[in-house]
């Protein structure tokens, strides 16, 4: 009895990287409705973390986010990921306009186990979901100072991991983006208590 | 010597003001505010920008209201919340590294300060203050380029690798416009009063079209820009200027031929003409003289349309050819998207997309060719909700990816389409057969032509299509219909021989009442000046 109530309120390091991609998942195309990168109408609105939240419904979207997002699980389960950031370019110029950084940091949970795939958290479920509920709010309000995106944008999402990780097939190294004359706004940050998402958002300013 | 014991003192000074001067730097600030202990200064509200200087009145650290127990409570978890629980958003420098950046900043301009000051002493003996002055100046630029820079290098300075999908996700399509743009653009409120004006219903002037031809599939009539109206009656084509009232026969077919089609160019005086046989004639019409005859059709041309230089003619045997006029090989490509009479033929306002209607009830929507001439071989959109025929198309004017289409007597439906997604946005049924459609320029109103039972014309409000006026008068089916050049009134061609003139879409007599107050005021002051 006591060991089913234990099980119930944990969450192992898998649970925590399936939470984040989940708050990746939604957060992304959040961001990509709300700031018009592509046309309303290919939108469909779900409801999560008791928000109503637009996804897109673009097939080629959907399969490049699901491509990177279930690697981003997989390499997150590792603790291998610095950040993971959602760029914004104009898509004649490739000038980079908006970069939005979730940057991911390994907590300690309750048991500080040496291994940390054994290690868990008892932070209770919804008290996260209400934390990314606060975030997702955050991003969709955000639509009041940042500029307008007024030209024909595409994105892309890059993925800050460890030196030591391997390159999967059909995975390319970068460099860094460069935005001129930025400008940063940290929103709120939620933890699942094994890691901590902080969110950000850097934006050229308009001159 | 002691002059350059003064320049390079000036110097220093000058360099150094960035750190010596005005309030001590945040991160020092911050520093100490952590050795004194208090938590609360990691939470700093910054308002100033990454590109402004130092100097700035630090604003509180806290904001009262609210216990330092339950801060060092919660900052385990979330450390960055607003107090009081409300969102604001401060631009902040959370993200960067303070410590390493200053490092960094320092490092350099120690070094080259070094080397400037050993410049100005071997070079140059007769420095002035005003050279030392741009030197600064020069300086500070510098300077503040690599604050940002390093201010970006420290943020992310972990190293590692950077690692991104290779295949990348879509650009928006072409013709999407951020619809945030609407909150970005100051305009007048909508009027709040009904949107009913008076639109009058007869017609102000009928003008006779002996022997036009009663035609569904035919397109018989056009408005140019220069204000003639050309008309296809029997086996000749007239030229009515709707200025003069002059009227004009440009030309006269052999015997069993006739026109099928007619379409002005956007700008100028040159009309193409589908004929019977299955050729696209051009004729300059200021001069009354055929420029040349461009085949490629086995059967009639019943529906042109013009995009620059490109004209592109729809035929009998259900292809679409793009002819560019300019050139000796004319024919650019030939579209297979039809499998009957291509009736309804219009480029988009943005002439990106070409829309097409035929007698196999689709409606095809083609897109620019990458080349930018012509259009791509295979159908962006193959629209097939249409029951009849399709001949009345027409693009909205202020949204430029919406097309509107009509369907014939079996159909009876205005259908509005999205072409960024090929959605079906909106049907309303008319209750008569469709045979043309304009979009109005003044108004956000859209007119169609109708045949049995009433023979009229019925002006809609768009996007709700509530119906506003129905203009009747004809008494047979209206066959086509043409706008004038100022967009205010309509010319339409019935089956029973006339052609009518609507102006249904006169400006606003509002609008119009205050720019003649206007100009009667102008008129006023010249009058006084005159006196004088």
């Known amino acids: 009895m006591s060991s089913a109530q234990a099980t ?28 018009g990168i592509y046309p309303a109408e290919n939108f469909d609105s779900t409801q999560q973390y008791g928000l109503t939240i637009l996804m897109s419904k673009d097939p080629k979207i959907t399969t490049f986010l699901q491509n990177v997002l279930s690697q981003t699980e997989e390499w997150l389960s590792k603790n291998m990921i610095n950040k993971i950031s959602m760029v914004i370019t104009n898509a004649h110029s490739k000038e980079v306009l908006e970069c939005w950084d979730f940057k991911m940091q390994a907590e300690n949970g309750d048991n500080q186990a040496a291994d940390p795939s054994q290690r868990t958290s008892s932070k209770d479920q919804t008290r996260i979901q209400n934390e990314i509920r606060d975030v997702m ?20 999402v890059m993925i800050h991991t460890l030196d030591n990780t391997e390159l999967p097939a059909k995975w390319d190294e970068t460099g860094a983006i460069v935005i001129q004359n930025a400008q940063a706004v940290q929103l709120r940050s939620f933890s699942t208590g094994l890691h901590k998402v902080e969110t950000v958002v850097n934006y050229k300013m308009s001159t | 010597m002691s002059q350059f014991n003064f320049v390079s003192d000036l110097q220093n000074a000058l360099i150094m003001d960035g750190e010596t001067r005005g309030p001590a730097p945040r991160w020092k600030k911050k520093m100490e505010a952590s050795l004194n202990g208090s938590q609360n200064t990691t939470r700093s509200v910054l308002s100033v920008s990454y590109n402004t200087s130092f100097s700035g009145v630090q604003a509180p650290t806290k904001t009262p209201g609210k216990s330092s127990e339950g801060k060092t409570k919660k900052s385990t978890t979330t450390p960055t919340k607003t107090p009081g629980g409300g969102d604001r958003f401060i631009p902040n420098r959370a993200a960067t590294n303070f410590e390493l950046a200053h490092f960094l900043v320092n490092k350099d301009s120690g070094e080259k300060s070094d080397e400037e000051n050993d410049k100005a002493t071997t070079s140059n003996t007769n420095t002035n203050s005003n050279e030392t002055n741009v030197q600064a100046s020069a300086h500070k630029g510098e300077r503040q380029k690599l604050i940002s820079e390093v201010a970006q ?26 619809p945030l743009k609407v909150v970005y653009s100051i305009k007048t409120p909508i009027s709040t009063k009904s949107g009913s004006r008076y639109i009058p219903t007869t017609s102000e002037r009928i003008l006779d079209a002996p022997d036009f031809i009663n035609d569904y599939y035919l397109n018989l009539m056009d408005w140019s820009g220069d204000n003639i109206v050309a008309v296809a009656l029997g086996s000749c084509v007239y030229l009515w200027n709707a200025a003069s009232g002059n009227i004009e ?4 077919f052999e015997e069993g031929d006739y026109a099928g089609s007619l379409s002005w160019i956007q700008e100028g005086q040159i009309l193409a003409i589908g004929n019977s046989t299955g050729a696209v004639e051009l004729w300059d019409c200021s001069k009354v003289k ?19 230089f490109l004209v592109s003619s729809g035929s009998r045997d259900g292809t679409i050819i793009h002819h560019d006029v300019r050139s000796r090989e004319h024919k650019i490509s030939s579209l297979a998207g039809h499998s009957q009479e291509v009736c309804g033929l219009k480029w988009s306002t943005d002439f990106k997309y070409l829309a097409s209607g035929g007698n196999d009830n689709l409606v095809n929507v083609w897109s620019l060719a990458g080349s930018g001439v012509g259009t791509a071989s295979e159908a962006l959109h193959k629209f097939n909700e249409h029951q009849a025929a399709v001949r009345a198309l027409a693009w909205c004017p202020w949204q430029p990816s919406t097309l509107a289409s009509g369907g014939g007597t079996a159909d009876r439906c205005i259908k ?25 320029r003044h108004y956000k109103e859209l007119i169609s032509a109708h045949g049995f039972a009433n023979n009229q014309l019925t002006i809609w409000k768009y996007p709700t299509m509530v119906k506003q006026a129905d203009l009747t008068g004809h008494t047979s089916r209206v066959l086509q219909m043409a706008m004038s050049p100022d967009g205010s009134t309509v010319i339409s061609a019935g089956a029973d021989e006339t052609l009518r003139l609507w102006n249904c879409f006169a400006p606003d007599p509002l609008a119009a009442k205050k720019s003649a107050s206007v100009n009667s005021k102008a008129k006023q002051s010249v009058f006084r000046q005159s006196i004088r």
């Open chain 2, 249 to 252: 026969q440009l030309t006269e």
């Open chain 2, 290 to 308: 055929r420029l040349r005859v461009m085949d490629g059709h086995s059967a009639r041309v019943g529906s042109l349309a013009w995009n620059s």
């Open chain 2, 416 to 440: 509005f389409w999205n072409v960024n997604n090929g959605s079906l946005i909106k049907s309303v049924d008319s209750k008569s057969q469709v045979c043309s459609l304009l979009f109005s």
């Open chain 1, 8 to 35: 119930k309120n944990c969450i192992t390091l898998k649970g925590s990287a399936q939470i984040i991609v989940e708050y990746l998942k939604y957060g992304i195309h959040s961001i990509l409705f709300q700031r």
């Open chain 2, 153 to 178: 290098v420290a943020g992310d300075s972990k190293g590692g690798r950077i690692l991104c999908y290779q295949n990348k996700a879509p650009a928006a399509p072409e013709s999407h416009t951020n």
């Open chain 1, 137 to 156: 709010r955050q991003i969709s309000a955000t639509v009041s100072y940042l500029p307008l995106l007024d030209c024909i944008c595409t994105f892309d």
